[in-house]
């Protein structure tokens, strides 16, 4: 059974705190991705990567980082957060290759919040 | 500017009858496109999906109307059970050179026993 997971459920933290957001997949996905979802906006991607240590920007990479050192792990770091960042981020992954999204499999999101 | 509009941000329907989810995109360039299903606390899934080259894609319950010219695409659940009560996200791309979806905001679906 295919797996996405990612490591809090929910998490608070302080403005100007850096926030690690972290994803793993077990199906040996070359893609992994980055969404926020926001009421009202649907789905926005922040980042993706096609490989290990690849990385592109998305429609809103402002404020956000990645990282990928190994090819199951994707990570998402707020620099320094910040109250609009408050949000749910969901992570997926598909198989490699362009325009693989019926093979986009989404974790189950982590609920920030921000103070 | 939204790219891909759900301009129905609910829809209540009885059991049994059919359920329409409608979409409008802007973008010219989108040439495929997909609906996911969306349970609380739980991240989307893949529901179906139509290429540009066709107008229809029907898979069980759920079929997948393409209307080019209008810019418009419909989902239609027939007959619609209340484990089908979700968010529909309906999402866009531009076919085989992108990595890129772009979604719309959701219609929530609330099935009515």
């Known amino acids: 059974d295919v797996k996405v997971t990612q490591s809090s459920r929910y998490l608070v933290k302080r403005t100007g705190e850096k926030v690690f957001l972290e994803c793993v997949q077990d199906?040996?996905?070359?893609?992994m991705f980055w969404y926020r979802q926001d009421p009202g906006l649907g789905l926005r991607l922040i980042y993706f990567?096609?490989?290990?240590?690849?990385?592109e920007k998305g429609d809103i990479p402002e404020g956000y980082s990645v990282s990928r050192e190994k090819k199951e792990r994707f990570s998402l770091i707020l620099e320094s957060a910040s109250t609009n960042q408050t949000s749910m981020y969901l992570c997926?992954?598909?198989?490699?290759?362009?325009?693989?999204?019926?093979?986009?499999?989404f974790g189950p999101g982590t609920r920030l919040l921000v103070l | 500017d939204q790219q891909v509009k759900q301009n129905s941000p609910s829809l209540s329907v009885q059991e049994g009858r059919i359920s329409i989810l409608n979409c409008d995109y802007t973008?010219?360039?989108?040439?495929?496109f997909l609906w996911y299903k969306k349970y609380p606390a739980e991240g989307p899934t893949f529901l179906i999906s139509?290429?540009?080259?066709?107008d229809k894609n029907e898979d069980g319950r759920f079929t997948v109307f393409l209307n080019k010219s209008a810019k418009h695409l419909s989902l239609h659940i027939v007959p619609s059970q209340p484990g089908d009560s979700a968010v529909y996200f309906c999402?866009?791309?531009?076919?085989?050179?992108?990595?890129?979806?772009?979604f719309g905001k959701g219609t929530k679906l609330s099935v009515i026993p």
């Open positions: 139509i290429s540009s080259i066709k």
């Open positions: 997926a992954s598909s198989l490699p290759g362009l325009a693989s999204f019926e093979t986009q499999y």
């Open positions: 990567s096609y490989d290990v240590k690849m990385k």
């Open positions: 973008n010219s360039m989108f040439d495929y």
């Open positions: 199906m040996d996905h070359e893609n």
């Open positions: 999402a866009a791309s531009e076919g085989a050179g992108s990595y890129q979806l772009t």
